[in-house]
Nanobody, 125 residues
């Protein structure tokens, strides 16, 4: 059982990247799925979630710039990231989620499966 996040790379500020989440022996349909990111020395934070019905939520730090979407037929969840900023630099992970909460612009969620390796995003000129 493994989650695979891909699509990271080096991009200049203001640029775009599209991350994709796929999974072996994990079915996303019927589950909420979240994208998370982590920087060295910090806890992993949720940035976007999409529930099983397609409702999306974002942390204030990415709202209006990132878009999460899902394709149940392909068993994928994508994260389109636009207008990237240096502070978006992090390792990005995806996971099915159990509970999530959005409070004061801060999104939190609990990952359900073992975390995969993530994909590194670097925003720098």
């Amino acid at each position: 059982v493994q989650l695979q996040a891909s699509g990271g790379g080096l991009v200049q500020p203001g640029g775009s990247l599209k991350l994709s989440c796929t999974a072996s022996r994990i079915i996303f349909s019927g589950y909420g799925v979240g994208w998370f990111r982590q920087t060295p020395g910090n806890q992993r934070e949720a940035v976007a979630i999409i529930d099983s019905s397609g409702i999306t939520k974002y942390s204030d730090s990415v709202k209006g710039r990132f878009t999460i979407s899902r394709d149940n037929a392909k068993n994928t969840v994508d994260l389109q990231m636009n207008s990237l900023k240096p502070e978006d630099t992090a390792v990005y992970y995806c996971n099915r989620i159990t509970l999530w909460r959005l409070s004061a612009g801060r999104l939190s969620a609990d990952g359900y499966d073992n975390w995969g390796q993530g994909t590194e995003v670097t925003v720098s000129s």
